[in-house]
Structures are given as C-alpha cells and as structure tokens.
C-alpha cells in the first residue's frame, strides 16, 4: 500500500486488470463472485484496490475469466503489497518447503494461529496499524497455512514455551480456542509436530531468542530471525548449520510430543 493510506499503483493496476477480464468475460459483478465463491462486495473490493487478491483467488479467477495466464502473472506482484521486503523471499520459499521448523518465545507459529489470535496480535501492534491494515496482514497470515494442506506436505515441527500457552493475547475464549485448534491441528496432520519447553527447564539451548527454519525441495537450508527493529534472513552455510544444532537440541530438551499435547489439553482445561 502507498504510505498516504491509499492503494498503490501496483495494486490499482491489478484490480483494473481483474475488472477488465471479469467484463471480457461477460460477467457480472455478481456472477463473478458467485462462480469464483466469494461474497460481491470481496469482488468489488478487488477490483477498487480496496483488498489485496489472495493467490487462490488470482489462479481460479484466471481461468473462470479466461485471461491467458495475465491474472496469474500478478501474482509475484501481490506478494510484494503483503509482505515487507525482508519476508518477501520467505514467504516464498515456504510454499514449496520440504521442512518447516521454528523455536517460538513469545507467540503460536503463524501456520497454526487462529484467526481470532492473528487479529489479537495485529491489534496489540505498537504503533497502532489501522483497521483496514490489521486486516491485509490477517489475511496475509492466513493464505500462508496453505502450505499444510499442500499435496505432498512438507514435514512441520515447531518447539514453544509453555508461556505462550498462558498468555492471554485478545483474552482468555481467544487463548483457549487457540489451544484447541493447535491440539486439532497435532492431532489431524501426521506430518505436524509440536513440543512443549517447560518453564522449568534447568538447561536451555534457545536463551538467544526465537527463529525459524526452512529446508528446500532443492537442499538449501534457511533460517529466519525476528528482533526488535526488523527480521533477517540467514543464507550463510555454517551459520545455518548451527542454528540447525541448536534447534535439535532444543527438541532433544522440550517435552515429547505426547507429552505437550497433554499439557496443551490441561492447559486448554483450565480456562
């Protein structure tokens, strides 16, 4: 988005183009909407750039429009209007990853947060973002998730302190639903793996802060850190490999699966 407020050229440019293939296509504002699934004032708000188009939407929209692949080529486009810069490449990458990995401090890994947390947190955001911001960076957040129902999935396995399981971010119905999604989530997905750090851990490899980690189809691996001020992105080999070490021992360290899932439940339990 432009920083006035007001959409970008990019994102003029895409909901005109969306507007002008749906009126080759001889459809209705309405027909549209009802042949691609989503409500008529999403499919205005397309078109006005008043909404960032998710993939999905660009994709099938391409073919009901029948627009020769023009949809689907701005797609790259759209990722640049959801995600900052240091993301970008992230995001990404993460569509088409053999293994997702993260050691979470302070919050529930974006793959597994719920709606009504991801509103939660982009609420809690100092300074404040707008309504209409907290919503592109909810549904950014949400279209991510996508990767864990992809055909073949990747294998996804995250370590989180049992703090975040007592923070009460948007109150205590939105930490418990929370907690049942993620116990939904172990439960539903085999390649999904989740551990619990208990506060009382004498020994702990994870003082440094939270990170996440991603292996490529291709071999590359990658990590990701957030600090105050910004995130970055780790390529370097041998800093990679060491941060992969220390994942490893952090799961050698936080309880088994089985475990953490029945904390998780008596947790959930208690609220």
């Given at each position: 988005?432009?920083?006035?407020?007001?959409?970008?050229?990019?994102?003029?440019?895409?909901g005109?183009?969306?507007?002008?293939?749906?009126?080759?296509?001889?459809?209705?504002q309405?027909?549209?909407?009802?042949?691609?699934?989503?409500?008529?004032?999403?499919?205005?708000?397309?078109?006005?750039?008043?909404?960032?188009?998710?993939?999905?939407?660009?994709?099938?929209?391409?073919?009901?429009?029948?627009?020769?692949?023009?949809l689907?080529?701005?797609?790259?486009?759209?990722?640049?209007?959801?995600?900052?810069?240091?993301?970008?490449?992230?995001?990404?990458?993460?569509?088409?990853?053999?293994?997702?990995?993260?050691?979470?401090?302070?919050?529930?890994?974006?793959?597994?947060?719920?709606?009504?947390?991801?509103?939660?947190?982009?609420?809690?955001?100092?300074?404040?973002?707008?309504e209409?911001?907290?919503?592109?960076?909810?549904e950014?957040?949400?279209?991510?998730?996508?990767?864990?129902?992809?055909?073949?999935?990747?294998?996804?396995?995250?370590?989180?302190?049992?703090?975040?399981?007592?923070?009460?971010?948007?109150?205590?119905?939105?930490?418990?639903?929370?907690?049942?999604?993620?116990?939904?989530?172990?439960r539903?997905?085999?390649?999904?793996?989740?551990?619990?750090?208990?506060?009382h851990?004498?020994?702990?490899?994870?003082?440094?802060?939270?990170?996440?980690?991603?292996?490529?189809?291709?071999?590359?691996?990658?990590?990701?850190?957030?600090?105050?001020?910004?995130?970055?992105?780790?390529?370097?080999?041998?800093?990679?490999?060491?941060?992969?070490?220390?994942?490893?021992?952090?799961?050698?360290?936080?309880?088994?699966?089985?475990?953490?899932?029945?904390?998780?439940?008596?947790?959930?339990?208690?609220?």
């Amino acid at each position: 988005m432009a920083t006035s407020g007001e959409p970008s050229q990019v994102l003029r440019l895409v909901g005109e183009l969306i507007k002008i293939h749906r009126t080759r296509a001889g459809l209705t504002q309405k027909a549209a909407a009802d042949r691609l699934l989503i409500s008529e004032s999403l499919m205005g708000a397309y078109e006005r750039a008043e909404r960032i188009p998710s993939l999905e939407f660009l994709g099938t929209a391409d073919r009901v429009f029948d627009a020769g692949g023009a949809l689907c080529a701005c797609k790259e486009l759209v990722d640049e209007e959801k995600y900052p810069a240091k993301f970008l490449d992230w995001a990404r990458l993460e569509r088409q990853a053999r293994v997702i990995s993260a050691y979470e401090t302070m919050l529930f890994p974006g793959l597994l947060q719920t709606e009504g947390y991801a509103y939660a947190l982009y609420r809690s955001r100092k300074p404040a973002y707008t309504e209409d911001e907290i919503v592109r960076h909810v549904e950014a957040r949400l279209e991510r998730q996508a990767v864990l129902s992809r055909t073949p999935p990747p294998y996804v396995g995250y370590v989180i302190e049992e703090s975040v399981l007592e923070k009460t971010l948007g109150g205590t119905t939105v930490l418990k639903d929370q907690l049942l999604h993620l116990l939904d989530c172990t439960r539903r997905m085999n390649h999904l793996t989740v551990q619990v750090m208990p506060s009382h851990q004498h020994t702990h490899a994870g003082l440094n802060g939270p990170m996440q980690l991603m292996s490529t189809a291709e071999g590359r691996s990658l990590v990701y850190v957030e600090a105050q001020g910004g995130g970055k992105l780790i390529s370097k080999p041998e800093q990679v490999a060491d941060l992969f070490d220390l994942f490893g021992i952090l799961r050698a360290q936080a309880l088994t699966p089985w475990e953490s899932a029945e904390l998780i439940e008596k947790k959930a339990e208690q609220l």
